[in-house]
């Protein structure tokens, strides 16, 4: 079967439509049942993985998935042991890996690692995680699990659990689960929660409705709660209404309700481990979902699936391994079968395997990209600051409240202090572009993290006096960036 991944790299799980996924299952599919078909049809191939960060079941099965196809495997995973430790830069390490062969896997502690090396290498990358970014292919195996035990995502409820903050497999899947019709549960340890940029995308990229729920039956994954507290809350996505099944989760607007599992309603546990090796370790007195066969013991539990991506430290009890609902160890096998689909898929094997196709990589923006110079990424672990002779920052403007830059390769957001009219030469707070009038250019407005960069830039102030004659917007006048959203840069 040809394949529209051929020669594609997959940095996030948006660089996968929804007829790609149900292209790579299908392959997957067939692959379980007729696995000796795909037997040495990647003959002559070379996968590279290249690994930054200690793997166990993303690296192993990338292996094996190639192996069972016939091709080679060359592999980096211990970097102390590479020219990394000399020095050497991520988009030089990925020109050279990328010319011994022909897909490189790659994971790495920086997020936006992954578009860098997929913009320097001569071969399609695919990321196998960056920092606590994204993990698309975990994301596929998760998928894949579900549909397999619940036959179908669409309404299916997902509770994603733990360490949200900085549990990359969790992003990539909070966004699928949302394009698939499945309404998400945000189950957070304290200080863990989902970051507010994953938030902001569901509700406008996924057109997802995000409302707060009592805990409820979910509680029991937090053991006896002391006497007088406060229920807790959580962040309950659903999906907007597009079928009348589809509003069965939703309740009147401005309530408060709890959450509940009905007679027969499917409900999957997706729990994650503290993410130590990022920040990801709580007070001792923190409160974490925690899954044991006591939890398990409430009736509304009986028809859900539990799933992990592994590794648990002390998250999951080894007790509930036997638990027929625990799929999380069939989830690490599946693994094989979905790596196999998505490596036949962007090396072309279904069409022979003779073109080594490679296509440029460029991240899709909906809204206004914006890539000036003078405004850096306000996350320090990001690509573009780590490797800035390699990269320059790219965002797309968005506003929540007042304008801030989406960083295209981490998806962060950056506050924006100020903004300024090349034309004037003149500089304004950010709160006050709606109220310029014309509304400025995309091309001729410049971001700046603080006055004082303006100023350094050559930008004066606009004047005091500038306030009373530009007052408040009237209700219903377009913001700035509506206005100008259509125009071209």
């Given at each position: 079967?040809?394949?529209?991944?051929?020669?594609?790299?997959?940095?996030?799980?948006?660089?996968?439509?929804?007829?790609?996924?149900?292209?790579?299952?299908?392959?997957?599919?067939?692959i379980c049942t007729n696995p000796h078909d795909y037997f040495g049809k990647a003959a002559g191939k070379i996968a590279a993985t290249l690994f930054y960060e200690p793997s166990t079941r993303t690296r192993l099965s990338f292996e094996a998935a190639m192996q069972r196809l016939g091709g080679g495997v060359i592999s980096t995973w211990d970097v102390n042991a590479s020219s990394v430790a000399k020095g050497e830069s991520l988009a030089d390490?990925?020109?050279?890996?990328?010319?011994?062969?022909?897909?490189?896997?790659?994971?790495?502690?920086?997020?936006?690692?992954?578009?860098?090396?997929?913009?320097?290498?001569?071969?399609?990358?695919?990321n196998a995680g960056d920092g606590s970014h994204e993990h698309p292919t975990q994301t596929l195996c998760d998928l894949y699990t579900l549909r397999e035990h619940h036959l179908t995502l669409r309404g299916l409820r997902v509770a994603l659990c733990g360490d949200l903050l900085n549990g990359r497999t969790i992003h990539s899947l909070a966004f699928a689960l949302a394009r698939f019709g499945a309404n998400v549960i945000f189950v957070p340890g304290d200080g863990k929660?989902?970051?507010?940029?994953?938030?902001?995308?569901?509700?406008?990229?996924?057109?997802?409705?995000?409302?707060?729920?009592q805990l409820g039956v979910l509680s029991a994954l937090f053991g006896d709660a002391p006497s007088g507290e406060e229920p807790a809350t959580v962040?309950?996505?659903y999906v907007t209404p597009s079928e009348p099944h589809q509003l069965a989760m939703s309740s009147i607007e401005g309530t408060t309700v709890e959450f509940r599992v009905g007679s027969g309603e499917a409900l999957s546990i997706y729990v994650t481990r503290r993410q130590r090796e990022r920040g990801g370790d709580s007070p001792e007195a923190a409160r974490y979902p925690t899954l044991t066969a006591r939890a398990l013991k409430t009736s509304q539990f009986k028809d859900i699936s539990i799933l992990h991506p592994l590794p648990r430290v002390d998250e999951l009890s080894p007790e509930v391994d036997k638990d027929p609902r625990s799929l999380y160890f069939r989830q690490a096998a599946l693994g094989v079968p979905i790596r196999m689909a998505l490596l036949w898929h962007i090396l072309g094997l279904g069409d022979g395997g003779q073109s080594n196709r490679r296509e440029a990589y460029c991240r899709n923006v909906q809204g206004l990209g914006y890539s000036q110079p003078g405004i850096?990424?306000?996350?320090k672990t990001c690509i573009t600051n780590k490797e800035k002779e390699f990269v320059h920052p790219q965002?797309?403007?968005?506003?929540?409240?007042d304008y801030k830059l989406r960083c295209l390769y981490c998806d962060q957001e950056t506050a924006t202090a100020c903004f300024g009219n090349t034309e004037s030469r003149i500089y304004y707070p950010s709160e006050l572009l709606d109220r310029v009038l014309p509304p400025i250019s995309p091309g001729h407005l410049r971001f700046?993290?603080?006055p004082d960069a303006a100023e350094a830039a050559g930008y004066r102030r606009v004047a005091d006096s500038w306030d009373r004659y530009h007052p408040e917007p009237g209700k219903g006048r377009k913001s700035w960036l509506d206005l100008v959203s259509g125009r071209s840069r």
């Open positions: 079967m040809v394949s529209q991944l051929n020669g594609r790299s997959v940095i996030s799980i948006d660089d996968l439509s929804v007829s790609d996924i149900e292209a790579i299952f299908k392959t997957a599919d067939d390490t990925i020109r050279v890996v990328g010319s011994y062969s022909d897909i490189v896997v790659l994971r790495h502690p920086w997020e936006g690692a992954a578009k860098l090396a997929a913009e320097y290498s001569p071969v399609p990358v695919i929660e989902i970051p507010d940029y994953v938030r902001r995308r569901l509700e406008r990229d996924y057109h997802a409705h995000i409302r707060r729920e962040d309950a996505i850096d990424c306000s996350n965002f797309e403007v968005v506003r929540n409240g700046f993290q603080s």
